[in-house]
């Protein structure tokens, strides 16, 4: 075994090795910071170079780009608040924060080291994976990954801040968005609507960009201010060195918990860098638990560390039983068997030498992606001082380009522009984000292992299996703690700090707080739960379960949510909202999205983006003509070469001309 894992490692003293291992690096680097595409589209662009290479330099061209994609989308989500992809909405909950107290350099050298260190540590768990993953991994059974699913949903409780129950309802809200579509159990389709974009269920970039990423930009472009609102990115790259040494353990940490999430399936990058989000707000002092979300460290440190590791994770089952465990593995899978190298247990005895290309592909390429970061961050770091209504016109673009990209259906865009509301209102109604988008990742895995356990097992057979037991109670004990602490100190959280804002900020969010729309959203909230639960009266019963069970928690939590809310709202008076301030100005905001998409509906990508962002940085950012031009013609430019190097869809319209198609 060392002795092949020494030969991998001299194979990249080849310079055409280290090429290899160059070119993927940047396209992963490339294809983080462009939300929306991620490992998938990285590993996709080069799978075609696989054909006309040996298959050592395959392997370190795609692990290169596949092991740096979670580092470079970072940049993005410290800098505008924008994820390059959805496991970057957490690093964005503090990083973005810190960029806009001035210490975006701070935040971004800290991410970088901690992704260096997880890609680093994730090699490593592979390499000793080897010898032990294979019997661990086979007595994890359906019974623990439906506790697994459940436990990293109940972590909404963890990030709610201030208000479990409206967590909570987040999380149950995601839950049953990642109901619609097929059913996991039955041949029914829910909460589908007629529509057959709808089926195949709801595509998690559209999802997350429009939760985080479009409603970010409403927000934003009402403040008409820099992203940091201030003068330089700080000088904070020692500070982050700092941080990273001083948080060592949550480096451990999370990457312990990406590698896990990693070799579970189904489970993946977003669940896994939330599972480190999470266990580092449990593992805190309860007086530092709300420092999460305005800027603190270890915010960043282990979700940036866990998100390098799970990639890592993924080949474990991949390599070993030919389980892909994400979709890049899976085209990592499909370029073996082009080489006629089929995974399983027999890929340690017979191509030892690949396994280790591979470990020390990942080590390397989190090493160099890391070093080039550094490079190319200072001066995208300028970002954060310009104007946000003229990043926004070239976001909107791009952002509904990345979600058009898997389901290449145009509802799922209209989708995105209702979750973008969505986002926007939980943003200032106080309910977090980050459960939402838990709740929906974890959906699908949630009811496929259930129905795997009861199948499987009798009820009093798997529940007292010893993981699911132990897992029980790491579900339970925290809750609990979290409603016997609540209770005790309601009257001093309630004059201390606003409930449930996890990320949310501003004077409108602090006002907002205080008014009528909490309420009002929990009331939209109870009537959602209550039409998707007599619509589930139409489902076959194995289909209807999880729905019922989902609507019927969240109709619950909902009306209790609004009681309380009213009750305390006439007892110290509701705060008016101010329509003609930040909300206005918010309200116009998406009303220019909505004239965006329908350009795009009428005449195709192109051809809007050529009319409204020129409209856009006219009457909202108030530019001159002349950057106008240029910055128009670039982005056109931009659009232009992805769709023909890279094969990128654009979404077309009734009208658009075949040339543009």
């Excluded at 057959?196 to 409403?218: K, R, Y």
């Excluded at 449990?282 to 590791?309: L, Q, W, Y």
């Excluded at 309380?564 to 009303?591: C, K, M, N, T």
């Excluded at 950012?621 to 931009?638: D, G, N």
Aim: charged share 15%; proline share 5%.
């Amino acid at each position: 075994m060392l002795d092949a894992a020494l030969s991998a490692l001299g194979g990249f003293l080849d310079p055409s090795m280290l090429l290899m291992l160059l070119c993927g690096v940047l396209a992963g680097l490339v294809m983080g910071i462009i939300p929306g595409l991620g490992g998938t589209g990285a590993v996709a662009v080069l799978l075609p170079f696989v054909f006309i290479v040996e298959p050592q330099q395959a392997l370190a061209l795609i692990i290169g780009a596949v092991a740096v994609v979670h580092t470079s989308d970072t940049i993005t989500a410290v800098l505008i608040g924008v994820p390059g992809s959805a496991s970057a909405t957490v690093t964005l909950l503090d990083g973005h924060e810190m960029a806009k107290q001035g210490q975006a350099a701070r935040a971004l050298s800290l991410a970088f080291l901690s992704s260096m260190a997880g890609g680093i540590l994730g090699a490593i768990g592979l390499t000793l994976s080897i010898p032990i993953a294979r019997p661990l991994v086979l007595e994890f059974g359906a019974p623990e990954l439906f506790m697994l699913t459940v436990l990293g949903i109940s972590l909404t409780a963890l990030l709610s801040r201030g208000n479990i129950l409206r967590g909570l309802i987040a999380g149950t809200l995601g839950v049953l968005l990642g109901q619609v579509g097929a059913a996991s159990a039955a041949a029914d389709y829910r909460y589908t609507f007629g529509q057959l974009f709808l089926n195949e269920g709801l595509d998690l970039v559209a999802v997350a960009l429009g939760i985080f990423g479009l409603a970010e930009i409403i927000h934003l472009v009402a403040k008409r201010t820099a992203v940091s609102g201030v003068s330089g990115i700080g000088g904070g790259w020692r500070a982050g060195v700092r941080d990273f040494v001083r948080n060592w353990t949550q480096v451990i940490r999370g990457a312990l918990i990406g590698i896990w999430a990693g070799v579970l399936p189904g489970v993946g990058a977003t669940a896994g860098t939330w599972m480190a989000y999470g266990q580092a707000v449990a593992s805190s002092k309860r007086k530092d638990k709300k420092k999460f979300g305005r800027g603190d460290p270890r915010g960043i440190v282990a979700p940036e560390s866990a998100n390098n590791s799970v990639e890592s994770g993924d080949m474990i089952p991949t390599l070993l039983f030919g389980i892909p465990g994400g979709a890049p593995a899976a085209l990592l899978m499909g370029a073996l068997l082009v080489y006629g190298v089929e995974p399983g247990p027999r890929l340690i005895t017979d191509h030892l030498d690949l396994i280790y290309v591979i470990v020390w592909s990942f080590a390397l390429a989190s090493v160099l992606g890391a070093v080039l970061c550094f490079g190319i961050s200072k001066p995208l770091a300028k970002l954060a001082n310009v104007r946000f209504p003229i990043l926004a016109a070239g976001l909107i673009v791009i952002m509904f380009v990345s979600a058009y990209q898997e389901p290449q259906q145009f509802g799922v865009l209209q989708v995105m522009l209702i979750l973008a509301v969505v986002g926007w209102l939980m943003k200032l109604g106080g309910f977090p984000r980050a459960p939402f988008l838990i709740g929906f990742v974890l959906s699908q895995p949630m009811e496929r292992y259930y129905f795997q356990t009861v199948e499987l097992y009798q009820t009093t057979e798997w529940i007292r299996r010893p993981a699911v037991l132990v897992m029980a109670g790491i579900l339970i004990i925290p809750l609990l703690l979290a409603l016997f602490r609540k209770v005790r100190s309601s009257k001093e959280s309630s004059s201390a700090d606003p409930e449930g804002a996890d990320d949310e900020e501003g004077p409108a969010a602090a006002e907002l707080e205080r008014s009528w729309l909490p309420p009002a959203m929990c009331g939209a909230f109870a009537a959602l739960f209550g039409a998707a639960l007599l619509m589930s009266a139409s489902f076959s019963p194995d289909a209807a379960l999880i729905p019922r069970v989902v609507c019927t928690v969240g109709l619950v939590m909902s009306l209790v949510t609004l009681a309380v809310g009213v009750r305390a709202l006439r007892r110290d008076g509701a705060q008016p909202i101010d329509w003609r301030g930040e909300v206005g100005v918010a309200v116009v905001s998406f009303g220019w999205i909505v004239l965006f998409l329908v350009f795009v509906g009428v005449a195709g990508t192109m051809l809007a983006a050529t009319v409204f962002v020129p409209l856009f940085l006219w009457r909202v950012a108030r530019w001159e003509w002349w950057k106008i031009a240029i910055y128009t013609a670039v982005l056109l430019a931009l659009l232009w070469t992805l769709r023909s190097a890279v094969d990128l869809a654009l979404p077309v319209g009734y009208f658009t001309p075949e040339v543009l198609q």
